[in-house]
Structures are given as structure tokens and as C-alpha cells.
């Protein structure tokens, strides 16, 4: 085994409480679906023995800055809606647990020309991977003014979605809008003040959340979760808005996303997991010092 090293992104979200979830068994195998700085992934390998395994996955170029040197870890540098694939890859096709921390990182949020946050003037991009061909250029300047409103409605919650998609194509027309600052001008009349920053903040979400094809990606992810895990092997996900949280809170329920679960020719319901414990939120001593948890809601599951 040999020492690890890494670059911080920021301080992982209920660090202690979402690794204690899984009930780390030393000679396990476990999967961190969101590396970002690895914060989790070290805490789980300080928690296996030696015959341990953590795969780890992250789509992001600049995580891969902060990989483990650790026999026992593997970076896999792809999306995790393909999870399955590529655990099969390495030969896995069963594990103990999976961790999840949905959501952007401080550190994407902190690179200006990313384009993820409100603080900077950067072209639209949001992209989590570099290698994505659609950017918030194009929902921007590409979506006509349903799918548009559609997105800012869905996804940021956002009752006047309508005519901000209306002023996006009247701007639009006349020149396109490339970078954040131009497309916060031209919704100007939009932000009042006292709520700038919270409407700008949805805003950047909705289109965010639309060009990584976020909500998705945690379906076909959670979808493949009961075959990969072990009977009593658990899932650990951190969520950070109510579309994530609801989408992980009935799937745990009912093993699916609308309606109620399964049941079988006794009447019986099927369902892969039981919930464990109640929802879990940071302390108020976390959010102080790390005010990207105040947010952050925890479930825990295990498979039955």
C-alpha cells in the first residue's frame, strides 16, 4: 500500500456520517460514484484492510489531478450512469456499498471560465465534462421558447420560466448571448435586488442541470443499484435539491420513480431496499465552516 496524495476541492459533505453509512467491511468492495476531491474516497480507504477495493468515478478532467496512489483504488474517468459497464470491465459485478455526492464542486464553481457560477463573467459553458458537445451556449441560443421555459421551470423552479425563455429569443434575435454576464443583463429586469442573487442561482441551475443531463444520469445510475449491490450491501447518497432528493427518497421507497411499488401475486410489495435510519442533514457547525453543506440531505438504504 503506498501513501496517498491529492489536491482539495473543498471539505466532503457529511464526511463521518455518509461513509459511516455504508458500513465499511475491511475486506469489502466499494464505489464512490462522485470523486471530486476524493475527501470521501480517502475516508473509506482509511476504513479497508488490505484486501479492500474502492473504484471511483469522475467525469471531470481536473479530478483526475487528484487521484489516489493506493493499490487498493481505481479512478475511472467516465460518467457513473455507466457504472455497471465498467465495473464489469474490472471483473466486478458485485460490491458492498456505492457512495454518491450529487452536485457541482467548489472547485467547479471556483474556476471562472467553467461558466457554474453567478460570482464570475465567463462563456457559457456548464459543462461537467470538457468532452460534452452540448454547453449552456446552446440551450441558450438553441432551444426554441418552450423547451426552453420548460427547462427553467422543471429545473429551477421557476414560475415566471415562460417569459424569461420569451426575453432569451427576443435577445437572441438580435445577437447571440455567449457569456454569463450578457446573459444576466438581458434578464435584468428579472432580478429584483433583494432576490438577485437566489433567482440568478435557479437560473444557472436550470440550465446547469439541463446541460449535463443530471436528473437522467441519476436515474439510470439508481435503476442499476439493486443488481450491483450484495444483499445487506448499502447505498450512501448525498443529494442537494428537492428533484434530487425526491428521485433517491422513492426510489429507496418503492424501487421506481413514479407510483407505488411492485407487489407481488399475494399482494405482497417487492422492493430492493430498505431505508435506514431517517434523513440525515449537516450540523450547524458544518454548515459554518463549509457553507456548501447547508443543503445537503443524506439517505441511507440497504439492499434486501
Known amino acids: 500500500m503506498t501513501e496517498t496524495t491529492w489536491i482539495m476541492y473543498h471539505n466532503a459533505v457529511l464526511l463521518k456520517e455518509s461513509v459511516d ?27 479497508l484492510g488490505s484486501e479492500g477495493k474502492l473504484f471511483a468515478f469522475d467525469q471531470d478532467e481536473d479530478a483526475l489531478k487528484n487521484t489516489i496512489l493506493d493499490e487498493r483504488f481505481t479512478l475511472i474517468h467516465e460518467n457513473f450512469r455507466y457504472i455497471q ?3 464489469k470491465f474490472y471483473g466486478i459485478r458485485k460490491v458492498d456499498g456505492i457512495l454518491a455526492d450529487f452536485g457541482v464542486s467548489s472547485h467547479q464553481f471556483d474556476i471562472p471560465e467553467r461558466g457554474f457560477s453567478t460570482r464570475f463573467d465567463a462563456d457559457l459553458d456548464m459543462r461537467m465534462s470538457k468532452k460534452s458537445s452540448v454547453s449552456a451556449y446552446e440551450v441558450v441560443n438553441r432551444y426554441d421558447q418552450k423547451a426552453l421555459g420548460k427547462v427553467f421551470y422543471e429545473y429551477g423552479d421557476l414560475r415566471n420560466a415562460n417569459a424569461l425563455a420569451a426575453k432569451i429569443i427576443k435577445q437572441r434575435e438580435v445577437v447571440p448571448i455567449k457569456t454569463t454576464q450578457q446573459l444576466k443583463s438581458v434578464l435584468q429586469e428579472f432580478l429584483p435586488k433583494s ?60 424501487g421506481q420513480f413514479e407510483g407505488e411499488p411492485e407487489k407481488d401475486f399475494y399482494g405482497n410489495s417487492s422492493v430492493p431496499f430498505k431505508k435506514v435510519g431517517g434523513l440525515i442533514i449537516p450540523s450547524k457547525e458544518e454548515i459554518r465552516s463549509n457553507n456548501r453543506a447547508r443543503s445537503a440531505k443524506l439517505r441511507i438504504a440497504e439492499r434486501i
Open 21 to 47: 453509512g455504508l458500513g465499511i467491511k475491511e475486506s469489502g468492495i466499494y464505489v464512490d460514484v462522485t470523486f471530486g476531491g476524493g475527501g470521501h474516497s480517502r475516508e473509506i480507504l482509511q476504513r
Open 85 to 87: 459497464q465498467f465495473l
Open 195 to 254: 432576490k438577485e442573487h437566489k433567482i440568478l442561482a435557479q437560473i444557472y441551475q436550470a440550465i446547469r442541470i439541463e446541460v449535463n443531463e443530471e436528473i437522467e444520469v441519476i436515474k439510470e445510475f439508481l435503476k442499476q443499484t439493486p443488481e450491483l449491490l450484495k444483499p445487506g450491501g448499502r447505498l450512501s447518497i448525498i443529494s442537494y435539491h428537492s428533484l434530487e432528493d425526491r428521485l433517491v427518497k422513492r426510489f429507496i421507497r418503492a
